[in-house]
């Protein structure tokens, strides 16, 4: 898409993050700093008959901070995590939205399940007590678009809306998206990213029919270990991450603070499996190049990627051997790691939630670590920044999302110098 049109420039301005590692973006972020891992042994009900008993909870997070008590039982997990996210992303980004702006604003807003939750609950009450029972508040409170619809109606905005569905690439996509939007000139400033929050028995049974979750229940909090010789499947999370993205100019006017600026997005397919990644990174591969053909930019000029890495062997080798197909000789040269090792896997939210954690290591010039990385897979030989943080000089970044279908996602940064 390179050259197509006249691109107007896209910065980050705000970052909102609700995770298992905490409820805002300071305190996810110092979480992965740490090397903390967010994983345990699920609460939400009881798993003792899954033979996975964890998850990546989101804990302490009150809804009735951010919508009024007499909608929470109207609106499903992933609304609500939408919610506080946005809350804490606007916020960061002192953005308000009045009838000045309010058409100049959008939102794209993601989820990849949506409301499970309130699915089930639902479906209890109606074999239990009959169709007359079911709430009325039903359907608005789970279908996908509705985290878009409900932050739009919160602070009275009037742009473009959206709500992609496409898997673990779902929040990479909405923030793709939205950048794209504000470079044709379509909006001024996106709220973008991904939702989720489908830690049910429904869900926890599905994947792990697939056989695709870890089992180490012991050990909770190492579960979540890519590239590590040692794994045994990903570890289904829940949260949202949310940005701001401003045009440039616009940022400068109201002099809102800079965290990067997006300057490429690629979208590519697999074509090749409903769950399984290609087992040579073609998609991944092909995703990158048009992410950094779209930035106008060199394979050489990335110093860091976060990696999707889920702790799954076909999803890191296959991305691994993308990254090599794709930077050569620089695959050695340049960072990888994976915050999935501390937060797990927020399916749809997760490239929301990586979007925000790019912003801030370009930002803050520190790269978070891998950690559970102690005995590393032969076939995976890149530097994983392990265990500890990194401070560095970085100048460009890239991180990936892949979801089941052969989606893929890759959205690239660069530091922002005024």
């Given at each position: 898409?390179?050259?197509?049109?006249?691109?107007?420039?896209?910065?980050?301005?705000?970052?909102?993050?609700?995770?298992?590692?905490?409820?805002?973006?300071?305190?996810?972020?110092?979480?992965?700093?740490?090397?903390?891992?967010?994983?345990?042994?699920?609460?939400?009900?009881?798993?003792?008959?899954?033979?996975?008993?964890?998850?990546?909870?989101?804990?302490?997070?009150?809804?009735?901070?951010?919508?009024?008590?007499?909608?929470?039982?109207?609106?499903?997990?992933?609304?609500?995590?939408?919610?506080?996210?946005?809350?804490?992303?606007?916020?960061?980004?002192?953005?308000?939205?009045?009838?000045?702006?309010?058409?100049?604003?959008?939102?794209?807003?993601?989820?990849?399940?949506?409301?499970?939750?309130?699915?089930?609950?639902?479906?209890?009450?109606?074999?239990?007590?009959?169709?007359?029972?079911?709430?009325?508040?039903?359907?608005?409170?789970?279908?996908?678009?509705?985290?878009?619809?409900?932050?739009?109606?919160?602070?009275?905005?009037?742009?473009?809306?959206?709500?992609?569905?496409?898997?673990?690439?779902?929040?990479?996509?909405?923030?793709?998206?939205?950048?794209?939007?504000?470079?044709?000139?379509?909006?001024?400033?996106?709220?973008?990213?991904?939702?989720?929050?489908?830690?049910?028995?429904?869900?926890?049974?599905?994947?792990?029919?697939?056989?695709?979750?870890?089992?180490?229940?012991?050990?909770?909090?190492?579960?979540?270990?890519?590239?590590?010789?040692?794994?045994?499947?990903?570890?289904?999370?829940?949260?949202?991450?949310?940005?701001?993205?401003?045009?440039?100019?616009?940022?400068?006017?109201?002099?809102?603070?800079?965290?990067?600026?997006?300057?490429?997005?690629?979208?590519?397919?697999?074509?090749?499996?409903?769950?399984?990644?290609?087992p040579e990174g073609d998609g991944a591969a092909r995703v990158m190049l048009e992410a950094l053909a779209d930035a106008e930019l060199p394979a050489e000029a990335v110093g860091y990627i976060n990696a999707h890495g889920t702790s799954t062997t076909l999803g890191d080798l296959g991305?691994?051997?993308?990254?090599?197909?794709?930077?050569?000789?620089?695959?050695?040269?340049?960072?990888?790691?994976?915050?999935?090792?501390?937060?797990?896997?927020?399916?749809?939210?997760?490239?929301?939630?990586?979007?925000?954690?790019?912003?801030?290591?370009?930002?803050?010039?520190?790269?978070?670590?891998?950690?559970?990385?102690?005995?590393?897979d032969p076939e995976a030989d890149l530097d994983f920044v392990p265990h500890t943080p990194r401070p560095v000089k970085l100048e460009v970044a890239l991180t990936n999302s892949f979801g089941f279908g052969g989606t893929n996602g890759a959205l690239v940064m660069r530091r922002y110098?005024?």
């Open positions: 898409m390179s050259g197509t049109f006249p691109k107007r420039r896209v910065v980050v301005t705000g970052v909102g993050l609700v995770s298992p590692l905490g409820v805002g973006t300071r305190p996810t972020w110092e979480g992965l700093l740490a090397g903390r891992s967010g994983v345990g042994p699920i609460t939400h009900f009881d798993a003792a008959a899954f033979p996975s008993r964890i998850a990546g909870e989101v804990k302490g997070f009150e809804p009735s901070l951010f919508l009024e008590k007499k909608d929470i039982k109207k609106t499903d997990a992933f609304i609500q995590y939408a919610l506080g996210a946005t809350h804490y992303a606007l916020e960061d980004a002192g953005l308000t939205i009045d009838e000045g702006n309010a058409t100049r604003v959008g939102v794209i807003i993601g989820s990849g399940i949506g409301g499970l939750p309130l699915i089930e609950a639902m479906h209890d009450i109606l074999r239990e007590r009959g169709p007359d029972r079911i709430s009325p508040f039903f359907i608005p409170g789970l279908i996908v678009n509705m985290a878009t619809g409900q932050v739009s109606i919160k602070y009275g905005i009037k742009g473009p809306s959206s709500a992609p569905c496409t898997a673990c690439t779902t929040g990479l996509h909405a923030v793709g998206d939205a950048f794209r939007l504000i470079q044709l000139g379509k909006a001024e400033a996106m709220i973008a990213g991904g939702t989720e929050g489908v830690i049910t028995p429904l869900a926890l049974g599905g994947f792990a029919a697939m056989r695709a979750l870890s089992t180490r229940n012991d050990e909770p909090e190492k579960a979540s270990r890519p590239w590590d010789r040692d794994r045994d499947g990903f570890v289904m999370s829940e949260g949202a991450g949310i940005v701001v993205l401003e045009e440039l100019e616009h940022a400068r006017r109201r002099g809102a603070p800079v965290y990067a600026e997006v300057v490429g997005y690629g979208m590519s397919s697999d074509g090749y499996h409903i769950s399984a990644p290609h991305e691994v051997k993308a990254i090599k197909r794709v930077f050569g000789d620089h695959a050695y040269k340049l960072a990888v790691s994976s915050t999935k090792s501390s937060t797990g896997h927020l399916l749809g939210a997760a490239g929301g939630l990586e979007a925000g954690i790019l912003a801030l290591a370009l930002k803050e010039q520190v790269l978070p670590p891998t950690i559970n990385l102690d005995h590393p110098a005024a």
